[in-house]
T-cell receptor, first 117, second 113 residues
Framework: GAVVSQHPSWVICKSGTSVKIECRSL??????MFWYRQFPKQSLMLMAT?????????EQGVEKDKFLINHASLTLSTLTVTSAHPEDSSFYIC?????????????FGPGTRLLVL | GENVEQHPSTLSVQEGDSAVIKCTYS??????FPWYKQELGKRPQLIID?????GEKKDQRIAVTLNKTAKHFSLHITETQPEDSAVYFC????????????FGSGTQLTVLP
């Protein structure tokens, strides 16, 4: 149980284009999902908290207009990187709180590696 | 906000030896402390967690200890094996409904055969 999928796993795009990343909880409902960014050999940095049916909460320094988050259902959150630039190249990982009684445990998706040329 | 510090950044041990990774946190309201293992290019995997109402938890070769007074917690891996080689992250989560995690900077563990 508590499986989180993410799609796509790899994406290469040209500078200026937008990229959408999907995060799905496969066997449970997640009212809250989280989006992280990880640079090589660095820790996971929380970008935003995605809440089903409401606006996402962004961490300080994260541009909400650049990283659009939509959490339209209890099993799906999407992150859209708008007008991507080479500095947006990174590993993007989502997570969801899994289970009923263990509401604090976060299960991670496999990540999406974005390369902007 | 919460700040989590993790040491050491790299750790090499001989196969069969023990490994210890330590973390400190700043927010005394934090009450949930998970540890994740991340292999290169893969997702972080939860390996053990502890809540603030207990001081120690063990799962086979892995154990975590928590000292709430000193605001630090540690991961102990005994009888290390080459497949334990990975990056380990500690994290802390404050009480309340936000359920956010603040991660430490990570420890690259290498188990030498």
């Amino acid at each position: 149980g508590a499986v989180v999928s993410q799609h796509p796993s790899w994406v290469i795009c040209k500078s200026g284009t937008s990229v959408k990343i999907e995060c799905r909880s496969l066997d449970f409902q997640a009212t809250t999902m989280f989006w992280y960014r990880q640079f090589p050999k660095q820790s996971l940095m929380l970008m935003a908290t995605s809440n089903e049916g409401s606006k996402a909460t962004y961490e300080q320094g994260v541009e909400k207009d650049k990283f659009l988050i939509n959490h339209a259902s209890l099993t799906l959150s999407t992150l859209t990187v708008t007008s991507a630039h080479p500095e947006d190249s990174s590993f993007y990982i989502c997570s969801a709180n899994g289970g009923l009684s263990n509401g604090k445990t976060q299960y991670f998706g496999p990540g999406t590696r974005l390369l902007v040329l | 906000g919460e700040n989590v510090e993790q040491h050491p950044s790299t750790l090499s041990v001989q196969e069969g030896d023990s490994a210890v990774i330590k973390c400190t946190y700043s927010d005394s309201a934090s009450n949930y402390f998970p540890w994740y293992k991340q292999e290169l290019g893969k997702r972080p995997q939860l390996i053990i967690d502890i809540r603030s109402n207990v001081g120690e938890k063990k799962d086979q070769r892995i154990a975590v200890t928590l000292n709430k007074t000193a605001k630090h917690f540690s991961l102990h891996i005994t009888e290390t094996q080459p497949e334990d080689s990975a990056v380990y992250f500690c994290a802390a989560s404050p009480s309340g409904s936000a359920r956010q995690l603040t991660f430490g900077s990570g420890t690259q563990l290498t188990v030498l055969p």
